[in-house]
């Protein structure tokens, strides 16, 4: 049996679909937190904490980051993962911001 053009056609649009929409409910398709974003501003959100800055935050330490932090919710080996306080948007593993807590 020979499948004709509109089927094969019709076949990989549906299985493109499917494709799109398994990412998005898997988050895969996630924005990356930028540091201009107006909450990150609120929390001082940082890519990489070795930027903090210790005068407007002195409660950072040395050491803390998202990877190591509670409210973040990938393991410690994710690059990029969601926070609590981020809402769907996903921040570094080795960034920093304000709400750091390791409880």
């Not at 070795?50 to 393991?75: E, W």
Request: aromatic share 10%.
């Amino acid at each position: 049996m020979t499948a004709s053009r509109r089927t094969f056609i019709l076949a990989s649009l549906s299985a493109g679909a499917s494709v799109a929409l398994s990412r998005a409910a898997f988050g895969e398709d996630a924005q990356k937190l930028a540091e201009s974003d107006p909450k990150a501003q609120s929390l001082g959100y940082v890519r990489d904490a070795s930027r903090v800055d210790k005068t407007r935050f002195p409660n950072y330490v040395a050491g803390q980051t998202c990877a190591n932090c509670s409210l973040y919710q990938g393991s410690p080996k994710d690059a990029w993962s969601k926070c609590m306080p981020f809402g769907d948007k996903l921040v570094a593993q080795h960034g920093w911001c304000s709400a750091y807590t390791n409880m």
